[in-house]
């Protein structure tokens, strides 16, 4: 897989920390991963336009997929009702692969993303144009792993609840609903909620 191999998710596009997160997929009942190699890698950085500021290199893969894995104990635990991925709440047992995929080893979603964090910094600039900001990092393998935590954040500030995963059951994909009422359900009408509509009809009939 080089940069230039089309991207074989199902669903791109989404924001930085989502579009991390849909890395992994399922197809066909197994588990997928694009993040396996720096070549995944490379695949994922072009799509977001961080190729040219950014090496795919082994130091970079292992960041990101840290990020990844606490942005996953972020979301999920959020919308699980946990506090944003906080753990579970006094009293609650939480099963491992309770989401239908793989745990993640204990990653606490708030210490997770606040350690990825750490890394990086907003440093105010004045250009030509007038006041900007300007991400800086200590260490640059640092980088694609800070932005999409970094991105994480403003999503929380801009509208928390349209922080989604798809609700098929056997979906692990997510999405920033940007839907006019805030309905939507499913990474793919013409995938995961035409299946859905499909088992329905399917216990309907078999009940009748």
């Known amino acids: 897989?080089?940069?230039?191999?089309?991207?074989?998710r199902?669903?791109?596009?989404?924001?930085?920390a989502l579009d991390l997160l849909n890395t992994r997929w399922m197809r066909d009942g197994?588990?997928?991963?694009?993040?396996?190699g720096t070549d995944g890698l490379a695949v994922w950085l072009a799509a977001n336009g961080l190729d040219g500021r950014f090496t795919?290199?082994?130091g970079t893969l292992r960041h990101v997929l840290r990020a990844r894995d606490a942005l996953k104990a972020a979301v999920d635990g959020?919308?699980?009702?946990?506090?944003?991925?906080?753990g579970p709440a006094d009293g609650a047992e939480q099963a491992d692969g309770a989401d239908g995929v793989d745990g993640v080893d204990g990653v606490?979603?708030?210490?997770g993303v606040d350690a990825v964090l750490e890394h990086g910094r907003i440093r105010p600039v004045l250009?030509?144009?007038?006041?900007?900001?300007?991400?800086?990092?200590?260490?640059?393998?640092?980088?694609?792993?800070w932005l999409a935590a970094r991105n994480y954040l403003e999503l929380l500030?801009?509208?928390?609840?349209?922080?989604?995963?798809?609700?098929?059951?056997?979906?692990?994909?997510?999405?920033?609903d940007t839907s006019r009422n805030g309905t939507r359900r499913w990474c793919s009408m013409a995938a995961c909620g035409n299946r859905a509509k499909a088992s329905r009809h399917y216990a309907r009939t078999k009940d009748a």
């Open 1 to 8: 897989m080089s940069p230039t191999t089309p991207d074989p």
């Open 10 to 16: 199902p669903l791109t596009g989404e924001p930085l």
């Open 30 to 36: 197994v588990l997928q991963d694009l993040l396996t």
């Open 56 to 58: 795919a290199d082994e």
């Open 78 to 86: 959020a919308a699980a009702g946990t506090a944003a991925g906080h």
């Open 108 to 111: 606490d979603g708030v210490d």
């Open 127 to 145: 250009t030509p144009e007038g006041p900007g900001e300007r991400a800086e990092f200590a260490d640059a393998t640092w980088g694609p792993a």
């Open 157 to 176: 500030a801009t509208a928390p609840d349209r922080i989604r995963r798809c609700a098929h059951e056997a979906c692990v994909l997510h999405f920033f």
